[in-house]
């Protein structure tokens, strides 16, 4: 394939990119972090633009850079207040680039510069064939699982829901954009309360933009602010993660903005008990 057939291939989700991307460079809409990098990685591309998510606590936001830099694929990550994050497309119109990996600086890459620009740098590089190293994220765990109350459940990713979470407590490990900032389907089930890492909320609120979605249909939910947590990490955001913005069924079950996310899954599961 030569340089003028190269393509730059957008998704809203890593998780979402194809066979189609193979040989490319991939624009995704999804969190920097090791798990992202993974999904776009896996398919053999050239190259990888990422959302820094606020980069947020223990650098989360921007770890799939160093994690790709062992296969030596370029990648980068545009900045959250450029473009709306899960939006692969006005990433690549409006985004500015706040980090890249060594791979990346080698083929001309660099701090500030559009993520369009990058991008056509990105297609002078080889294919990365080799598979990237295997990852520990994207997992479900139960974490309570007591008699007459929900369970709490803690997915590091949202779509790792199923309809058998209706009515349960969950906290995911996602941001809480919408897919090209439209309903997405998803959070499927009706679950009783749903949480998210703000990644740092973005330009035009872009990183919390499903709070109001959900309100629509009356489930209460929350962020946690990414500096509090990592993104991507739910176990993390449940037992460490300050709400940062909740929605209105929320806020009338409690919810306040700076109080902990235990701590107001810990007055749910003590209603639904009096309630029971």
């Not at 193979?22 to 053999?44: D, L």
């Not at 949202?158 to 490990?173: N, R």
């Not at 079950?253 to 902990?260: D, K, N, V, W």
Request: hydrophobic fraction near 40%; charge should be negative; glycine fraction near 14%.
């Amino acid at each position: 394939m030569s340089d003028g057939e190269v393509k730059i291939y957008t998704a809203s989700s890593s998780a979402t990119a194809t066979g189609d991307c193979a040989g490319q460079v991939v624009v995704s809409g999804s969190y920097g972090g090791e798990y992202n990098a993974y999904h776009a990685a896996k398919w053999g591309i050239r190259g990888v633009i990422l959302n820094d998510a606020g980069v947020g606590k223990d650098g989360a936001g921007i770890k799939g850079l160093p994690y790709l830099d062992r296969i030596g694929l370029p990648a980068a990550t545009a900045d959250a207040m450029t473009c709306h994050i899960a939006d692969a497309e006005h990433m690549l119109a409006h985004g500015m680039i706040s980090h890249v990996n060594r791979a990346a600086e080698r083929l001309g890459c660099r701090v500030g510069q559009t993520v369009r620009d990058c991008a056509e740098l990105m297609k002078k590089g080889e294919i990365i064939r080799e598979a990237p190293p295997e990852i520990s994220g994207g997992k479900r765990y139960t974490i309570k699982d007591d008699p007459g109350e929900p369970k709490v459940l803690c997915l590091d990713a949202a779509p790792l829901l199923v309809p058998e979470d209706a009515g349960q407590i969950v906290v995911t490990g996602s941001h809480a954009a919408m897919f090209r900032g439209q309903p997405d389907g998803v959070v499927g089930p009706d679950v009783g309360a749903i949480f998210f890492s703000d990644a740092g909320v973005g330009l035009d609120g872009a990183g919390i933009a499903r709070l109001a979605d959900l309100d629509q249909r009356g489930i209460p939910a929350g962020t946690a602010s990414a500096a509090s947590a990592p993104i991507g990490d739910a176990r993390a955001i449940y037992a460490d993660g300050i709400l940062s913005h909740v929605n209105a069924a929320a806020a009338r079950l409690g919810a306040a903005p700076g109080m902990p996310i235990k701590a107001f899954v810990d007055r749910l599961l003590a209603a639904a008990r009096g309630a029971g």
